[in-house]
């Protein structure tokens, strides 16, 4: 299924882009690093917001699937950018956070694990950027 989307330059290195489907709406800016005002996500943010999303998205339709509940779960990404030998995402370290209390089986947190891990994103990302990915289950 294709979707549209459309951006929008609005200038002073700030864009607009709007989800055909749903007619939301989000806007970037370029980090401060990089000229910009950092007033929101830059596009490179989005790369890793993206990221994180997808891995929590994939872990709820396995969770949906076994009948468990991850709601609250959390994912921290920290992004990293490298300039050699062009400015790009260099490192994306993550760390997903269950919910206190919730008991998982090994099976189960097998099948969230490599769900998160095979989920659209992490697959469509160059192989030059580092991935590292921690799970948490705090008793």
Do not use: W
């Not at 609005?10 to 800016?29: F, I, M």
């Not at 994912?75 to 994306?92: I, N, Q, S, W, Y």
Request: hydrophobic share 40%; aromatic share 6%; net charge neutral.
């Amino acid at each position: 299924m294709a979707v549209n989307i459309e951006a929008i330059y609005d200038g002073n290195l700030v864009c607009r882009a709007t989800h055909g489907p749903s007619r939301q709406t989000l806007t970037t800016d370029a980090p401060v690093d990089n000229g910009g005002r950092g007033s929101a996500f830059s596009p490179t943010d989005l790369v890793a917001t993206g990221f994180a999303t997808c891995m929590l998205t994939i872990m709820g339709l396995v969770a949906q699937r076994r009948g468990v509940d991850i709601a609250g779960t959390q994912c921290t990404v920290v992004k990293e950018m490298v300039a050699d030998p062009v400015r790009r995402v260099g490192k994306l370290t993550a760390r997903i956070v269950f919910p206190a209390g919730r008991k998982y089986d090994a099976e189960t947190r097998q099948a969230l694990e490599q769900g998160a891990l095979t989920c659209p994103v992490k697959q469509s990302l160059h192989p030059d950027i580092q991935l590292e990915v921690e799970f948490v289950y705090p008793e």
